[in-house]
């Protein structure tokens, strides 16, 4: 044993003293932390005020935004919220469209002449009035906005009557729209309405900024960490082959097996504390900007969409841990292409030309099971909105969600290479030449 930990520590000291993965890591670590504070470091924003017209930068838009929302943390999105929104944006200062505009004349749309009743009866009210419109406008501004990302439409605010009943139950058509789309069965419908009825109702609002931001990043992260293991992991095995040095070592005492998986080992871990580096250089710089307010806010808040019952601090832990067992994942497919092909340049076009691919071509959901494999792959998987992809695969009368199956595929095809990759190195030193 003490001879393995010998040879890994070598083999992982040879990785990570190579200059081209110092100057990758160095270039990665720091696109890891940008993404947290670009937008505060960058971004300019004008805002008009009544008649002033006021410049902030984006640290200062990031503030204002976080303090609106916070205002609002804790208010439940029930019958008295709804209503509070519906006064201050819907009806209650909107007469309708039939019965104030003459659409022969004006040739305007809905929304216009909508938006021009409004502005008549806005101004029709005394200053006091206007004032305290104004305040409660934007007071439940995010809410207004959040009822339009959940329903997909300001209409239910602006032109119908909306009350809880009417909000939860339009929020479940959604789902079962979606559900039908993704050619969810009618058993796998009745498990996910099920399972939707465990999520607490009605919502409660929160600031989760920071843990938005770093779900929506891991797509991102997941790309650089392709281009890490692709680059620094390259040639692990093809150097030797291609320096001819490979019989040499293979000529050891301590035979071709331990040296084997001393470099796999030693490759496996660089990949893993790489992802792990790049992944909490993330997170705490989102945290540090946006703040680490709202890890147990309801993830409907944020990801309205997603109908799992999560938080945002459990929607990124979830999303973190496959993206962990990608790193794993991806540093033994690069491994084992490194053996195979013999050649870095080689491993670093296929496995970039593989994330291109995957982050340009999409599988239409009429062809289900290519699909749902197709999405299993860690450059599709990592992506926020699979948490809304609720295709279901029933193994031994359990229902198992894309997130349960990828890591056990991970783990088989992982074995699988190694057992691959072990035979072609232990082979190599009697076909290679």
């Not at 409660?136 to 209409?155: V, W």
């Not at 894309?402 to 076909?431: D, E, H, K, M, T």
Request: proline share 1%.
């Amino acid at each position: 044993m003490n001879q393995f930990f010998t040879l890994y520590k070598y083999e992982l000291v040879k990785i990570i003293k190579r200059k081209i993965v110092k100057i990758s890591m160095a270039i990665l670590l720091f696109l890891a932390v940008y993404m947290g504070i670009g937008e505060a470091l960058s971004n300019a924003y004008s805002i008009t005020v009544g008649d002033q017209t006021i410049n902030m930068n984006g640290f200062e838009m990031i503030a204002k935004n976080k303090e609106s929302a916070l205002r609002l943390t804790g208010v439940r999105i029930d019958e008295t919220t709804l209503k509070e929104v519906e006064d201050a944006y819907g009806k209650a200062y909107i007469i309708s469209y039939e019965e104030s505009v003459d659409a022969d004349k004006l040739s305007l749309t809905n929304d216009i002449a909508a938006s021009a009743v409004m502005i008549g009866e806005f101004e029709e009210k005394t200053p006091k009035e206007q004032e305290a419109w104004q305040k409660k406008k934007e007071l439940y501004a995010n809410i207004y906005h959040y009822i339009y990302q959940a329903l997909g439409s300001y209409d239910a605010v602006n032109y119908y009557y909306m009350d809880e009943e009417f909000f939860y139950q339009s929020w479940h058509n959604r789902m079962l729209e979606r559900w039908m789309e993704q050619n969810v069965t009618q058993e796998e419908i009745t498990y996910l309405t099920q399972r939707e009825e465990t999520i607490e109702k009605p919502f409660v609002y929160g600031y989760s900024a920071g843990w938005d931001n770093i779900l929506r990043e891991i797509l991102s992260l997941n790309v650089m960490l392709v281009l890490c293991v692709g680059i620094c992991l390259s040639n692990a095995f093809s150097e030797e082959h291609v320096r001819k040095t490979d019989q040499l070592i293979l000529c050891s005492k301590l035979g071709k097996r331990m040296l084997y998986f001393a470099k796999m080992a030693a490759g496996v871990t660089f990949g893993f504390v790489s992802g792990l580096l790049m992944l909490s250089a993330a997170v705490l710089s989102n945290l540090c900007i946006y703040g680490a307010e709202g890890f147990d806010v309801a993830a409907q808040i944020y990801l309205p969409e997603c109908a799992r019952n999560l938080t945002m601090g459990q929607a990124v832990m979830l999303l973190g841990a496959v993206y962990m067992a990608a790193a794993v994942f991806l540093s033994i497919v690069t491994l084992f292409l490194s053996e195979a092909l013999q050649n870095s340049v080689a491993v670093v076009g296929l496995m970039s030309g593989l994330m291109i691919l995957t982050n340009l071509v999409n599988i239409p959901y009429r062809f289900r099971m290519f699909s749902q494999i197709y999405g299993l792959l860690p450059t599709v998987l990592l992506r926020v909105w699979q948490l809304w992809d609720d295709r279901l695969v029933k193994v031994f009368g359990i229902y198992l969600n894309n997130f349960q199956i990828a890591p056990v595929l991970y783990l088989a095809v992982s074995i699988l290479l190694l057992f691959l990759g072990g035979r072609i190195y232990r082979n190599y030193q009697v076909s290679g030449r």
